[in-house]
T-cell receptor, first 115, second 111 residues
Framework: NAGVMQNPRHLVRRRGQEARLRCSPMKGHSHVYWYRQLPEEGLKFMVYLQKENIIDESGMPKERFSAEFPKEGPSILRIQQVVRGDSAAYFC?????????????FGPGTRLTVL | SQKIEQNSEALNIQEGKTATLTCNYTNYSPAYLQWYRQDPGRGPVFLLLIRENEKEKRKERLKVTFDTTLKQSLFHITASQPADSATYLCALKAAGNKLTFGGGTRVLVKP
């Protein structure tokens, strides 16, 4: 039973380019969460999705960032026109039940570096 | 405003001793609180969940307490081992089902 998978593990982009981060939740999990972690800081919630629906995007910047979780395929976090401040580790987590009552299973993260 | 605070200073402890970490929160009324472990370069791993009506929860060498009056949770690692060295995060379920994490406390267990 594979865990949460994220790819790529490392992504380098130049300012102004687009970054696409992928997350495949654990088998049987239909809830996906994206978090951002800056160096030496805690995890910050970005967005919570269920299949084909965005449930809560209150932590996601309104511009340049978007997320989706299609009926088929992985969840995608897209950052358009990246800036240096977007450099961070982006973690995806999944859970089988609604909300945060149950544990969340985290992926290994994607480390984005913006040059 | 809502805050979750953990001691940002690293905790250095001798192998075999008990490590105690603190998680304080303000302006929350959480139904439960979770603790996670994070190793460098990896995603967090769930350790324990404690509900508001539970005073204490144990799992092997780990013990968590939850005092809703003090708005505090304590996380204990008994008989600590060098393999316990990691960053430990507490998390609360905030409004809308998302988890809000504290900044984490780094623990270093010396042999």
């Amino acid at each position: 039973n594979a865990g949460v998978m994220q790819n790529p593990r490392h992504l380098v982009r130049r300012r102004g380019q687009e970054a696409r981060l992928r997350c495949s939740p654990m088998k049987g999990h239909s809830h996906v969460y994206w978090y951002r972690q800056l160096p030496e800081e805690g995890l910050k919630f970005m967005v919570y999705l269920q299949k084909e629906n965005i449930i809560d995007e209150s932590g996601m910047p309104k511009e340049r960032f978007s997320a989706e979780f299609p009926k088929e395929g992985p969840s995608i976090l897209r950052i358009q026109q990246v800036v240096r401040g977007d450099s961070a580790a982006y973690f995806c987590a999944s859970s089988p039940e609604r909300g945060g009552q149950n544990e969340q299973f985290f992926g290994p993260g994607t480390r984005l570096t913006v040059l | 405003s809502q805050k979750i605070e953990q001691n940002s200073e690293a905790l250095n402890i001798q192998e075999g001793k008990t490590a105690t970490l603190t998680c304080n929160y303000t302006n929350y009324s959480p139904a439960y609180l979770q603790w996670y472990r994070q190793d460098p370069g990896r995603g967090p791993v769930f350790l324990l969940l404690i509900r508001e009506n539970e005073k204490e929860k144990r799992k092997e060498r780990l013990k968590v307490t939850f005092d809703t009056t003090l708005k505090q949770s304590l996380f204990h690692i008994t008989a600590s081992q060098p393999a316990d060295s990691a960053t430990y995060l507490c998390a609360l379920k905030a409004a809308g089902n998302k988890l809000t994490f504290g900044g984490g406390t780094r623990v270093l267990v010396k042999p």
